[in-house]
C-alpha cells in the first residue's frame, strides 16, 4: 500500500545552516506531495506541495523536488532560521489530483535550531 | 490562524467513557476531516465529511463515530474509550470534498484517558 518514510530526528542545526529532511514514498499511480509544518502548541500547516513529476514546490525558503525516479521528495532550506523549528511532516494524497483530503503523513522530523 | 475551531483543547476521562470532540470548520469550507496524531502510530486519518455527507473512510475504529451538522460543524464521538486512545486529535477543514483545496487545521483537542 502507500506510505511515506521520513528521516527520524530530532535534527539539531545552527541558525544559517543548511538543512534537508528526507522523504522517500510508495505508492501506486501518480499521487502529489506535501510538505506540512507543526509549530508548538499549533496544527498542522501546509508549506509546499508539488502535484507532478518534476515539480519544484516551494514556500518560505524551503523547497522539495518530486522526483519520481527516486520515489523521494526531500525538503531543503539554504539557511535555517530559529524560528524554523518545528515538527515537519511528509505527506502524500490518496487521491489522484493532488486532494488534500485523505493525507498519508510520514511520521514527522522535530527541528531544532539553536542561535 | 486558520480559522478552524476545536474544542476542547483538553480532554482527561477514564476508561470505559465517551467522549466528544468538537470541530467548527473554516467561514466557508464544506469538508471536514478528523486526524489522530500518538506517538506510535504518528498521523492517521480517520473519516471526512463533505456538507454533511460522509465521503471518506480512514483507519477509524467501530468505536468511533462522527458527523457533520446542517451549520457545516463536526463532531467526534469516542466511545468505550481505552488507554490507547490517548492522542491528539485534529480537524482539518477544505472548501472542496477532495479537490486541490488547501486543508486548514485546527490546534488539536489532547485526550487522556487514565
Known amino acids: 500500500g502507500n506510505s511515506v518514510t521520513q528521516m527520524e530526528g530530532p535534527v539539531t542545526l545552527s541558525e544559517e545552516a543548511f538543512l534537508t529532511i528526507n522523504c522517500t514514498y510508495t505508492?501506486?499511480?501518480?499521487?502529489?506531495l506535501f510538505w506540512y509544518v507543526q509549530y508548538p502548541g499549533e496544527g498542522l500547516q501546509l508549506l509546499l506541495k508539488a502535484t507532478k513529476a518534476d515539480d519544484k514546490g516551494s514556500n518560505k525558503g524551503f523547497e522539495a523536488t518530486y522526483r519520481k525516479e527516486t520515489t523521494s521528495f526531500h525538503l531543503e532550506k539554504g539557511s535555517v532560521q530559529v524560528s524554523d523549528s518545528a515538527v515537519y511532516f511528509c505527506a502524500l494524497s490518496r487521491n489522484y489530483g493532488g486532494s488534500q483530503g485523505n493525507l498519508i503523513f510520514g511520521k514527522g522530523t522535530k527541528l531544532s535550531v539553536k542561535p | 490562524d486558520s480559522g478552524v475551531t476545536q474544542t476542547p483543547k483538553h480532554l482527561i476521562t477514564a476508561t470505559g467513557q465517551r467522549v466528544t470532540l468538537r470541530c467548527s470548520p473554516r467561514?466557508?469550507?464544506?469538508?471536514v476531516y478528523w486526524y489522530q496524531q500518538s506517538l506510535d502510530q504518528g498521523l492517521q486519518f480517520l473519516i471526512q465529511?463533505?456538507?454533511?455527507?460522509?465521503?471518506a473512510k480512514g483507519n477509524i475504529l467501530e468505536r468511533f463515530s462522527a458527523q457533520q451538522f446542517p451549520d457545516l460543524h463536526s463532531e467526534l464521538n469516542l466511545s468505550s474509550l481505552e488507554l490507547g486512545d490517548s492522542a491528539l486529535y485534529f480537524c482539518?477543514?477544505?472548501?472542496?470534498?477532495?479537490?486541490?483545496?488547501?486543508?486548514?487545521f485546527g490546534n488539536g483537542t489532547r485526550l487522556t484517558v487514565t
Open positions: 505508492a501506486t499511480g501518480y499521487p502529489s
Open positions: 482539518a477543514s477544505s472548501s472542496g470534498q477532495g479537490d486541490n483545496s488547501p486543508l486548514h
Open positions: 465529511y463533505y456538507n454533511g455527507e460522509e465521503r
Open positions: 467561514s466557508g469550507d464544506l469538508s
